[in-house]
């Protein structure tokens, strides 16, 4: 009785796996078309990426920079492009000489 | 009956099984091999890895070079059928005439460029010109043409450093600076990657990288500073109209190159439409006769050799004297004056009774220790290594000459490495233009070491020149042009006359104005130099070259928020930005 009920089931359960392994298979491929339709996306946006970087290094220039200020300034007005930070003006802290944590950033700005 | 039909149909099927064996043997046997390829022709497509060239950043990170990509298109003359109006457009959109076009269509060949690295916009246009980005069965693609990704290499800045970085050819090879020292490590070799295709001509996916990266440099330069510099450079080559001009700045402890710029100079982005005179590494492949600023050798040495002590007087009342025949002038008559002084007035006269004081020998013998009459060593190609000669083809107006700069030929970069020695107290540095060279994955390939620091004088002597120089741009001294505010400069003006091709002698009116110094000077931050060639109007270093490196250096202090000296508390500390 059981070789009968066998019989069948284990015929079925090849067919299945047959045709599992053949859909496994394709399913497979199609992702491997998947992937490389990504990875040609991918090399699609590295590529602009490239592009801003470049576009953002070529703007981002100093020359660049000076050129724009004195053209919005100018050139009558400011002539000399970028200005410079006046050296007095530059904040200066005390040195820390002992080994209590660093607060002096703290001091400058407050206002009593 | 049956029995006949029965031999029959078995023959006939072993026949026919004998046939199909035949013909498998065939296929799987002799024929193998060429099938085989076709087939794995049919499935497999090979394309080459795309190699990148490594990008080139300041030392603050700020690009110098990278890759952009673009495309180019390439035609199959065998295959080629465009019609008279597409062509006219393409024609049209590529810039090129029509007839250079249809030059590049020749039969024997199955692979032509038709223009190479378009921008993107002019390779969609050309894509929808050849029905490329749509095609349908009213417009399908025009036969013959394809499109072959290329990298160019972009440099953002333009003109700055471009004597640093170099350029690179159509074809990435490398050509000047950076990008040819160091194009071993900035290429990296490609290889092949396999994609399986369908019937349809659709690819899977292989997994690997299809783009291969070169290593990243990074310089020393300081892109802030770079412009600092060559903005000066070009204001001053404006005003006193000269030819040309140089300026390095150095730091003197370690030999990095901060800034380095020559005048005339070229886009790097247009490599072809720069002239000889402008490619030239003036800074490191041309020499001079450096006039006053060679005076330092003389100076320490005679500390050195303790040959004179800082008031020792020299008699220049004359205003000259005379040298195996050769009369030197000073510019005007000094009268007495103590050692000090003749450096500080840059006396030729009491530079000349030094430089006999210490002899030929001695005077050869310190211009070799500080580097004269050889290279650098600098990470730059085309470096020449100046001249100086040996003692004993010394003519007899040599010990007149070389003690103040003449019948010598040195580098700019010779000068600020040997001033660099009086900066850090002694020591000769090695100049280095790149810092490290990183992987793209930032693992380290390379990353500058000095050798051990090679003393070329004592500290003592460093110490007391260096007090001698900062009153070159004292009142009384040469250069009081060159001083900049709130801070000590040290420096040295330069100022000598080029030969006349014509007459062979000295010109009278073709010059080399230099300035260099370090600033601040009991606490260099940088060593700089500025070398204007021939200049119009005025001719001496301080009046030309001197104002040229106060402009440079009060603006570079600036930009690295280096305090004043002239400020009230002295135990502070910068802390802000």
Redesign the interface.
Known sequence: MLSLFHKPLCIACLLFGLFGLIWLRSSV?AV??D??NI?EKK?EV??DR??L???R??I????KI?VSFRDAQGEGKCAA??I?????R???????TGPEPYR??LEIGSKK | MNKKRSVILNTAIIFGFFAIFLRLTDLMIFNHKILAEKAKLQQIKVEDIQVRRGNIYDRKGREFAVNVELESLYCDSREVAIDKGRMKKLSAVLGTDEKVIQAKFQPEKRFTWIDRKLSPDTAKKVKTILCMDRKTRESPQVKGFGFVPEARRLYPKGTLASHIIGTVGLDNQPLEGVELKYDRYLKISGGKVYFERDASGRMLSSGVATEAKGNNIRLTIDEGLQYIVEKELDRAMAKWKTIAASAIMMDPFTGEILAMANRPAYDLNEIGKARKDEIRDRAITDVYEPGSTFKIIIGTAALEEKAVSLDSPFDCSRGSIEVGGKVIHDAHKHGLLTFKEVIQKSSNVGSVMIGMKLGKENIYKYAKRYGFGAVTGIDLPGEISGWIKKPERWSATSIGAIPIGQEVAVTPLQIVRAYSAIANGGYLVEPHIVSDINTPEGQPVFAFKPAAHIRVISEKTAMVFRDILKTVVQEGGTATGAAVDGNQVAGKTGTAQLIDRRTKRYSKDRFVSSFVGFVPADDPKFTLIVVMYEPKGQIYGGIVAGPVFKSIADQSLSYLNVPREDGTEKNLLLVSK
């Open positions: 491929v491997a078309y992937l490389r990875e090399m590295l590529k490239k592009a970087l470049a576009d290094a070529r981002m220039s100093l020359g000076d492009g970028y410079f930070p006046d050296r007095v530059v904040i200066h802290i005390k040195r820390n002096a950033s």
